[in-house]
């Protein structure tokens, strides 16, 4: 199986900042890589597919960079309904992995 | 608007049987894969498992935590896609929920149901 470690696990920071998480495949799965986004008793949202690719509907301030075993989520200036935890997950093959979660908070 | 919404969820005694159920719209069900991801309380997400199209003749594959007592199936003249759940442990206790598949293969699990909650105590 292949495995996803994210970093950090969790985070604080100020609406405007910029926010950085990074996941890293424990082998190559190309672009093969999804972001999602979950509050706190809510189904995941999906923010990136395949890297890269903004989902549609999701804000332009996410975006997703990184090929073969590591990746970035950014949020380029954090708004107040950002305040969340969010996940990778590799489609590069089953079993779908996700990451352990990364939860943003307010500081 | 594309809906999924699962249904089934309670709770049971270990070793017992539970069955979910997600009954989909606004989508051309019949041609999504659709996929079970479940998360204990507090924890991160785990992929059950996914069903592919009648196309691909109903292929499913399991996460290897699962395989030998959770099956998918679905029933595309309902819109609805099931996780028959056997030999249930304290440990499957989860919300569980449906996501689709864009497209029949696993590549963007894109819209999700709201989640049904299994418990199992004795």
């Known amino acids: 199986d292949i495995q996803m470690t994210q970093s950090p696990s969790s985070l604080s920071a100020s609406v405007g900042d910029k926010v950085t998480i990074t996941c890293r495949a424990s082998q190559s799965i190309s672009s093969y890589l999804n972001w999602y986004q979950q509050k706190p008793g809510k189904a995941p949202n999906l923010l990136i597919y395949s890297a890269f690719n903004l989902q549609s509907g999701v804000p332009s301030r996410f975006s997703g960079s990184g090929s073969g075993t590591d990746f970035t989520l950014t949020i380029s200036s954090l708004q107040p309904e950002d305040f969340a935890t969010y996940y990778c997950q590799q489609s590069h093959s089953t079993p779908l992995t996700f990451g352990g979660g990364t939860k943003v908070e307010i500081k | 608007e594309v809906q999924l919404v699962e249904s089934g969820g309670g709770l049971v005694q270990p070793g017992e049987s539970l069955k979910l159920s997600c009954a989909a719209s606004g989508f051309s069900f019949s041609d999504s894969a659709i996929h079970w991801v479940r998360q204990a309380s507090g924890k991160g997400l785990e992929w059950i498992g996914r069903?592919?199209?009648?196309?691909?003749?109903?292929?499913?594959t399991y996460a290897a935590s699962v395989e030998d007592r959770f099956t998918i199936s679905r029933d595309d003249s309902k819109n609805t896609a099931y996780l028959q759940m056997n030999s249930l442990k304290t440990e499957d206790t989860a919300m569980y929920y449906c996501?689709?598949?864009?497209?029949?293969?696993?590549?963007?699990?894109?819209?999700w149901g709201q989640g049904t909650l299994a418990t199992v105590s004795s």
């Open positions: 996501a689709r598949n864009d497209g029949d293969g696993y590549s963007k699990v894109d819209y």
């Open positions: 069903i592919r199209s009648k196309f691909n003749n109903y292929a499913t």
